[in-house]
């Protein structure tokens, strides 16, 4: 059980900004094709940690296979302590196929 003590989003330290020079940039499988019983397919599961600063970075790419899991995933939510962690968002972006088969980028992350 944790205690939790509300802090206004004002008040809280986040912000958009790029990657760390220590973290390493990784590229999901685009052509990844899952199992068809599945709602969403995990492209990128990547977790990196830097010791000398105590900091971690997560990178998530899912890709949503039914119109439950676009719905499931049409909201985006953090968790982070904000009286005792610093978030920094470096993308926020829905990636959707072209009709000739390439991947286009639609950035969303605004502060």
Do not use: C, N, Y
């Amino acid at each position: 059980m944790s205690i939790r003590r509300v802090i206004p989003i004002a008040d809280a330290d986040w912000s958009i900004a790029p990657p760390a020079s220590w973290v390493v940039a990784r590229e999901p499988d685009w052509a990844f094709t899952p199992a068809a019983e599945h709602g969403v397919a995990f492209l990128l599961l990547d977790e990196q940690h830097h010791v000398a600063t105590q900091s971690a970075a997560h990178r998530v790419v899912r890709r949503p296979l039914t119109i439950a899991a676009v719905q499931a995933l049409g909201q985006v939510e953090i968790d982070f302590e904000p009286a005792a962690q610093r978030l920094r968002i470096h993308e926020l972006a829905v990636w959707r196929q072209a009709p000739d088969g390439t991947w286009e980028k639609r950035s969303a992350a605004t502060r």
